[in-house]
C-alpha cells in the first residue's frame, strides 16, 4: 500500500529553550531570549516569572503556568519534565521560561537529562540572577577589590539535605548570597556568628528586587531574623551578608519607578 502521508505528514520533533526571564524586571531579558520567546509556540513558565513579561508575549502564544499557586504545591519537577517532553514531541517550538538565570538554582540538570533520554534537542539561554540584578538596582559591586574578592551564592534549601559546612562561609573577605533563606534565617544568623563573623556585620535584605515594589532592609547579622519577621518579608527575597552591602540604604519601597530611573 502506497503510503501517501508518509512520512509527509510525520511532525518533527519540537525543541525546547531553557530560558533565563531575569530578576523581574521585563527589560532585564537578553536579545536572545525575547527572539525565542517571540519564536514560541508555547511558554512554560514558573512564578517567578513577572506578570509584565509574561504580558508582552503575543497574544497567540499558548502559557503554561507550573509554579506554586496559593495554597497549593508547584507541579512535581518529574511532571515538569515530562510535560516539555510531550509538547515537543507535538512539534511544539517550547521556551521552559524561568526566573533569573536558569543555570542558578533551577533544577536546569533535571529537565536537560529527560530531553536528552527523550531524544529532544535543547538550549540554554541564561539569565540574570537575581544575586546580580538586586545589586545592581541597589547600587552596589557584589565584589570589591580589598573588600570582598570572592563571593558566593548559596542555597538555603536543597533537595538532598546536604548539610552546609558554615565555618567554610563564615569568611571576613567574601560576598555571601542565600537564595531561598527566609526559613533559614535563624540559623543562617547563629551559625555564621559561631563561626566568627561579628554580630555586627552588614546584612542586606532584598524582596522582590527590580520589581516595581522592590524593598530592601539593611541589617546585622544580630538581627536579621528578627527584622524579617517583623518587618513580613516575603519570598522572593535575597540574603546578602559582607561588606559590600555596608554603605547600602534601607527603603521601604523604589524611591522612584523604575522606568524613571532609566
Ligand atoms: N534561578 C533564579 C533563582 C531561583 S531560586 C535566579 O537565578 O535568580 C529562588 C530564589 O531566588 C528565591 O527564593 C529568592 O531567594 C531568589 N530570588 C529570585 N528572584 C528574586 C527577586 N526578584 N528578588 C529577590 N530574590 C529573588
Redesign the pocket.
Known sequence: MLLLDWPITEKPTGQVALV?AG??DPELITRKAWRLLEAADVVVYDA?VSDELMAELATNTRRIYVGKRKGQHSMPQQAICQLLVDLARQGLQVVRL?????????RLTEEITALDQAGIGWQIIP?????A??AAQCGFSLTERGKAPRLRLI?AHSCDDRPINWADLAHQDETLV?????SMAATISAKLQHHGLPGDWPVLL??????HN?RQLRCTLADMHTRIVSEQFK?????YVGQVVAEVASSQQQQMPLKQIC
Do not use: N, W
Open positions: 533565563g530578576p523581574g517567578l524561568k526566573g533569573g538565570d536558569p543555570l542558578i538554582f533551577g539569565g540574570i540572577t537575581a544575586a540584578g538586586c542555597t542565600f537564595y531561598m533563606g527566609l532584598v524582596e522582590r528586587g527590580t520589581h522592590q519570598s522572593p527575597t535575597l540574603i
